[in-house]
């Protein structure tokens, strides 16, 4: 009998499941795990088939996750604290008649 290798998608969704489940509630900080619930909704959901050719997660790549997780937290809070520049920005030009 040959070996059967389930379809990707499935793999991802395997992966995706297990990250949720098990990954996500050891990362200590809420940002970081709001971060990974971005990454698995804007990027690998869009970018699945993409990713179809890079097979099982290695050590490096654990390591990777994890330094993405970070970067995009850190992304996301510098995108909130421009926000709320740019708000004040405008506050203050319509305050100075402008």
Known sequence: MGRITPPFRQLYRQV??????????????????????????????????AMGGLGEITILDSMNLAANIHNKAEIEELKKRISEIEARLREMGRGSGG
């Open 16 to 49: 995706v499941e297990r990250l949720r489940r098990t990954y996500r509630p050891l990362l200590r900080e809420e940002r970081h795990r709001r971060a990974l619930d971005t990454l698995i909704r804007e990027v690998w959901g869009q970018e699945h088939a």
